[in-house]
């Protein structure tokens, strides 16, 4: 038995990456339950395994007292004294007391209780494993479907990707593969349970992150992210190399890094915007297509005013007010837009005769843009 019980450690200890020691403690732990609940025993005991000689051995273990109370946890200092004259009060004493059927039994049990460690183990590597995967992306194949989730798999695990979490405009198919965002590792009474998204921001991040070189390796930082996921996205960038154009490197040649992300997204519109620390500047990239004339700070509020030509309006605005909130959340600054005659006539623009944007084109790219975004 011992070889067999040895190779069958070793084996899990390579395949499952579960330690011996633990299985050993898994087993003996197992010895003990099948000993107690086969024989009616309620003594203290103790399972000596021994892997060389392939024996299981039970001692109970008593402690030594003057006056004896329940003979299956104690044993008087007097027959103490006669298997080993050193033992005093206080002390514990070992006997065997291996059952001579208990191999077949204990077998049995311990099968079943190694079973149950083995996949609590398997686990908790699984939750070690994730847990540093938060904020990552990952590529799963969808597996199946329900009313509430798409169940995803990541290989070793099922991912659950919740309803709020779908892009409108994708439809799942079993055998499907998607790269999702491990938004959340939870540990339950039935193992890891991960939840995933694709609207979440941070895919976008990550997406960029892979296929731009320049913000996997810091050169281009990629500084914030607005997302209205199956819609529209904004994300703003910068660097501090002068020889770097870091809206360039985003939409690569031809556009064929944004387009990866586009086509990853299932048709995604993605505006790059240059980011500045002059919140004029700043605001004015985030209405891109839009141009904008002039931008008034309230530093108070964090709020600003942005007007533009009046037959920009509509498209500073965007459908349903997209462009302008998408502006918003990329910022961090309010938005309120007004056209060029709109200002004048509330007497805020023109400030003074130098106007700020006027002469400047401070659109940025914006891939994919349709004429139904001046609707």
Same mark, same amino acid.
């Given at each position: 038995?011992?070889?067999?019980?040895?190779?069958?450690?070793?084996?899990? =200890?390579?395949?499952?990456?579960?330690?011996?020691?633990?299985?050993?403690?898994?087993?003996?732990?197992?010895?003990?339950?099948?000993?107690?609940?086969?024989?009616?025993?309620?003594?203290?005991?103790?399972?000596?395994?021994?892997?060389?000689?392939?024996?299981?051995?039970?001692?109970?273990?008593?402690?030594?007292?003057e006056e004896v109370f329940d003979s299956r946890l104690e044993i008087s200092l007097d027959e103490a004294k006669k298997i080993n004259p050193a033992y005093e009060i206080e002390d514990v004493? =070992?006997?065997?007391?291996?059952?001579?059927?208990?191999?077949?039994?204990?077998?049995?049990?311990?099968?079943?209780?190694?079973?149950? $460690?083995?996949?609590?183990?398997?686990?908790?590597?699984?939750?070690?494993?994730?847990?540093?995967?938060?904020?990552?992306?990952?590529?799963?194949?969808?597996?199946?479907?329900?009313?509430?989730?798409?169940?995803?798999?990541?290989?070793?695990?099922?991912?659950? %990707?919740?309803?709020?979490?779908?892009?409108?405009?994708?439809?799942?198919?079993?055998?499907?593969?998607?790269?999702?965002?491990?938004?959340?590792?939870?540990?339950?009474?039935?193992?890891?349970?991960?939840?995933?998204?694709?609207?979440?921001?941070?895919?976008?991040?990550? %997406?960029? *992150?892979? =296929?731009?070189?320049?913000?996997?390796?810091?050169?281009?930082?990629?500084?914030?992210?607005?997302?209205? @996921?199956?819609?529209?996205?904004?994300?703003?960038?910068?660097?501090?190399?002068?020889?770097?154009?870091?809206?360039?490197?985003?939409?690569?040649?031809?556009?064929?890094?944004?387009?990866?992300?586009?086509?990853?997204?299932?048709?995604?519109?993605?505006?790059?915007?240059?980011?500045?620390?002059?919140?004029?500047?700043?605001?004015?990239? @985030?209405?891109?297509?839009?141009?904008? %004339?002039?931008?008034?700070?309230?530093?108070?509020?964090?709020?600003?005013?942005?007007?533009?030509?009046?037959?920009?309006?509509?498209?500073?605005?965007?459908? $349903?007010?997209?462009?302008?909130?998408?502006?918003?959340?990329?910022?961090?600054?309010?938005?309120?837009?007004?056209?060029?005659?709109?200002?004048?006539?509330?007497?805020?623009?023109?400030?003074?005769?130098?106007?700020?944007? =006027?002469? *400047?084109?401070?659109?940025?790219?914006?891939?994919?843009?349709?004429?139904?975004?001046?609707?």
């Amino acid at each position: 038995m011992s070889s067999e019980l040895l190779d069958a450690l070793i084996i899990l =200890e390579k395949e499952k990456g579960i330690s011996r020691e633990v299985l050993i403690e898994a087993i003996e732990a197992a010895l003990v339950s099948a000993y107690k609940r086969n024989f009616n025993q309620a003594q203290n005991v103790r399972v000596d395994l021994n892997l060389e000689t392939g024996t299981m051995r039970v001692f109970a273990r008593k402690d030594v007292v003057e006056e004896v109370f329940d003979s299956r946890l104690e044993i008087s200092l007097d027959e103490a004294k006669k298997i080993n004259p050193a033992y005093e009060i206080e002390d514990v004493v =070992e006997l065997e007391v291996t059952p001579k059927d208990f191999g077949r039994i204990a077998a049995q049990t311990a099968k079943q209780v190694v079973t149950q $460690r083995v996949r609590e183990a398997e686990r908790g590597i699984i939750y070690s494993e994730f847990i540093d995967r938060e904020d990552d992306i990952m590529t799963g194949i969808v597996q199946r479907y329900d009313s509430k989730f798409i169940y995803v798999s990541l290989g070793k695990i099922e991912a659950i %990707l919740p309803q709020s979490e779908q892009m409108p405009n994708e439809v799942y198919k079993p055998h499907d593969r998607i790269k999702v965002y491990i938004t959340k590792v939870e540990k339950t009474t039935k193992g890891p349970q991960i939840y995933v998204s694709r609207t979440h921001p941070g895919l976008l991040k990550r %997406l960029f *992150e892979i =296929e731009v070189p320049e913000i996997y390796d810091g050169t281009v930082e990629l500084r914030s992210v607005a997302r209205e @996921a199956g819609d529209r996205s904004k994300i703003s960038v910068s660097t501090e190399y002068p020889d770097v154009d870091p809206v360039g490197s985003c939409v690569g040649p031809k556009g064929t890094r944004v387009q990866a992300i586009v086509d990853e997204l299932k048709g995604e519109k993605i505006d790059i915007v240059e980011w500045s620390t002059d919140p004029k500047v700043f605001v004015a990239n @985030a209405l891109s297509p839009s141009k904008v %004339l002039e931008v008034i700070i309230d530093e108070e509020d964090k709020a600003t005013t942005v007007i533009v030509p009046d037959y920009q309006l509509s498209l500073a605005i965007g459908k $349903r007010g997209q462009n302008a909130r998408l502006a918003a959340k990329l910022t961090g600054w309010k938005i309120d837009i007004k056209s060029e005659t709109d200002a004048r006539e509330a007497g805020i623009y023109p400030l003074n005769d130098d106007l700020f944007f =006027e002469e *400047e084109d401070t659109s940025d790219i914006t891939f994919d843009l349709t004429e139904d975004e001046i609707e």
